[in-house]
């Protein structure tokens, strides 16, 4: 007669536990998985069309693509780590960034109409950078305070690199409210952490915000004070063609 042995009713409950355990973290790692993914399609098209409008050719548009839609998550995950980085081990990035800026590249007259349509997703795409970025901070042990400035480079530094590519001053550093926002959305993924509330709730409720305060600076043209009273000084007017000094005399 077979002999049947029963596991211990705390046993059963850990691997329970244990089990309810991993599949939140799945599901967790998913949820990060596509927002990122949403995030680098919608960076990914305004980088390209940043480079159609400098009349870059179709390579230059595909590096500005992948440029703007990566460069922050790459620093992030050199910083803390966690290498190779994302965006170069999972060519779901690569492919996402490509295909944004073939789509761009081919039908830009279209996207441009809806500048004010990329403009609202750039938004959306900084928000879901920004919560990403902070929770894989957070995951790698980060304390609170970097984690949410990691998360804040995250969301703005794609940006900076398009526009210094496009040798510009980056817009994160004269335009409306933009890395402030990122930080502001990364900062309740952190205090969600520090409740212990779910990731969800956190990344739904830091996206919002991140979201509406690039939106309404957009909008109500809202950004930092700059300083006053600094005047720039005057350039000194180009001499005529013909004055004495450019002319030559006769041999």
């Given at each position: 007669?077979?002999?049947?042995?029963?596991?211990?009713?705390?046993?059963?409950?850990?691997?329970t536990?244990?089990?309810i355990?991993l599949?939140?973290?799945?599901?967790?790692?998913?949820?990060?998985?596509?927002?990122?993914?949403?995030?680098?399609?919608?960076?990914?098209?305004?980088?390209?069309?940043?480079?159609?409008?400098?009349r870059l050719?179709?390579?230059?548009v595909?590096?500005?693509?992948?440029?703007?839609?990566?460069?922050?998550?790459?620093t992030?995950?050199?910083?803390i780590?966690?290498?190779?980085?994302?965006?170069?081990?999972?060519?779901?990035?690569?492919?996402?960034?490509?295909?944004?800026?073939?789509?761009?590249?081919?039908?830009?007259?279209?996207?441009?109409?809806l500048?004010?349509?990329?403009?609202?997703?750039?938004?959306a795409?900084?928000?879901?950078?920004?919560?990403?970025?902070?929770h894989?901070?957070?995951?790698?042990?980060?304390?609170?305070?970097?984690?949410?400035?990691?998360?804040?480079?995250?969301g703005?530094?794609?940006?900076?690199?398009?526009?210094?590519?496009?040798t510009?001053?980056?817009?994160?550093?004269?335009?409306?409210?933009?890395?402030?926002?990122?930080?502001?959305?990364?900062?309740?993924?952190?205090?969600?952490?520090?409740?212990?509330?779910?990731?969800?709730?956190?990344?739904?409720?830091?996206a919002a915000?991140?979201?509406?305060?690039?939106f309404?600076?957009?909008?109500?043209?809202?950004?930092?004070?700059?300083?006053?009273?600094?005047?720039?000084?005057a350039?000194?007017?180009?001499?005529?063609?013909?004055?004495?000094?450019?002319?030559?005399?006769?041999?």
């Amino acid at each position: 007669m077979p002999l049947h042995f029963q596991k211990p009713k705390q046993v059963v409950s850990m691997e329970t536990s244990g089990l309810i355990m991993l599949k939140k973290e799945l599901s967790t790692d998913r949820l990060v998985l596509v927002l990122d993914l949403a995030g680098t399609f919608v960076f990914a098209l305004s980088g390209a069309m940043a480079a159609v409008r400098r009349r870059l050719d179709l390579f230059g548009v595909l590096v500005l693509s992948f440029a703007a839609a990566t460069f922050g998550g790459i620093t992030r995950d050199l910083l803390i780590g966690a290498v190779p980085p994302a965006a170069i081990s999972n060519w779901y990035y690569l492919a996402i960034s490509l295909l944004a800026g073939i789509i761009t590249f081919y039908w830009h007259p279209a996207i441009d109409r809806l500048m004010n349509l990329v403009l609202i997703l750039d938004a959306a795409g900084l928000g879901l950078f920004a919560v990403t970025g902070t929770h894989k901070a957070l995951s790698y042990g980060l304390n609170p305070v970097m984690a949410a400035l990691l998360g804040m480079l995250t969301g703005i530094g794609g940006g900076m690199v398009r526009d210094l590519l496009l040798t510009e001053i980056p817009v994160v550093l004269r335009a409306e409210l933009y890395a402030v926002a990122a930080l502001a959305g990364s900062v309740v993924v952190v205090g969600g952490d520090m409740l212990e509330l779910s990731f969800t709730t956190a990344s739904v409720v830091g996206a919002a915000l991140c979201f509406w305060l690039r939106f309404m600076a957009i909008r109500r043209g809202w950004q930092l004070p700059i300083a006053r009273g600094f005047k720039q000084p005057a350039q000194e007017p180009a001499s005529p063609p013909n004055s004495k000094e450019d002319s030559v005399d006769p041999p």
